[in-house]
């Protein structure tokens, strides 16, 4: 009997140290709480009804013998309702474990809510969908676009002709700005004066330079420029998260450039 009771609380205390891992380990639900303060209350009634069977083994065991079967067969109830709520717990932990899954039907209502949102800014017709899922942006476009190596995606929609600028020069164009939901952002068009940037200086977006860089005058092209090409991003600029940009780009004129210097006057004449 002594024998009985000693591995039974060797057990209690084991599943006790292992029943409070489990509820540290464990997501603060309703469940997980019910269950581990459940464990706690048995195994403190467990120890109880230890202490007073010995105790009233030592000091009446001639006259208490019905009470000690009693006692004896509430542990046994205990132990086995102590060991059907553990093995339902510990199962659990290793669910909170897994990596979630990609959802097709999240996917689709995503790319569904970036259509509606583009249908309601007025977006350009075949403008590319943005499927956004936290950094995680997917890019949805016909065949009609074209990938570089480099990350940047782009259609011509008018070849243009003579030669593509060279560094140095200078290149006259109009554009057009969009974000992910379509919203213009700047319009060159809407000021009626074009752009004019010498390449080679750094004084345009990688992304949007490397997209101009092989247009021919008289060109049209829609740029779409990955966030790695894009401009920097924090509060000195223009520009607060890292995002796809668009940009519907005209190609007006390219211009030699030749620098100029006056007594203590230099500059670049472009002509």
């Known amino acids: 009997m002594q024998q009985l009771e000693t591995a039974i609380s060797c057990f209690s205390a084991a599943m006790l140290m292992a029943s409070s891992a489990s509820c540290l380990l464990l997501k603060p639900s309703f469940a997980s709480i019910f269950s581990c303060s459940s464990q706690r209350t ?39 309702l102590t060991v059907l709520v553990s093995t339902s717990v510990f199962p659990s932990l290793p669910s909170y ?37 936290g950094f995680e942006v997917k890019v949805v476009a016909s065949d009609s676009y074209v990938k570089s190596d480099s990350g940047l995606i782009y259609r011509d929609y008018e070849v243009g002709k003579g030669d593509c600028p060279k560094d140095g020069q200078q290149v006259t164009f109009h554009y057009i700005g969009y974000n992910e939901s379509g919203r213009r952002i700047d319009s060159t068009y809407l000021q009626n004066s074009p752009a004019r940037i010498r390449l080679g200086t750094k004084a345009l977006v990688p992304g949007f330079e490397e997209g101009i860089r092989d247009m021919r005058p008289g060109g049209k092209r829609r740029i779409i420029i990955p966030p790695e090409l894009g401009p920097p991003v924090g509060p000195s600029t223009f520009f607060s998260s890292k995002q796809f940009e668009v940009f519907d780009v005209e190609l007006l004129s390219i211009q030699n450039c030749e620098r100029r210097t006056i007594a203590f006057y230099s500059d670049v004449v472009c002509k």
């Open 97 to 133: 474990g897994k990596t979630k899954s990609k959802n097709p039907f999240d996917e689709r209502r995503l790319l569904e809510q970036n259509k509606r949102v583009q249908k309601e800014n007025n977006a350009p017709e075949d403008f590319p969908n943005f499927v956004r899922e």
């Open 42 to 80: 048995f195994f403190s009634r467990r120890k109880q009804l230890i202490h007073g069977s010995t105790n009233q083994i030592s000091k009446d065991y001639p006259v208490q013998g019905s009470g000690i079967l009693h006692s004896n067969e509430t542990l046994r109830r205990n132990f086995i």
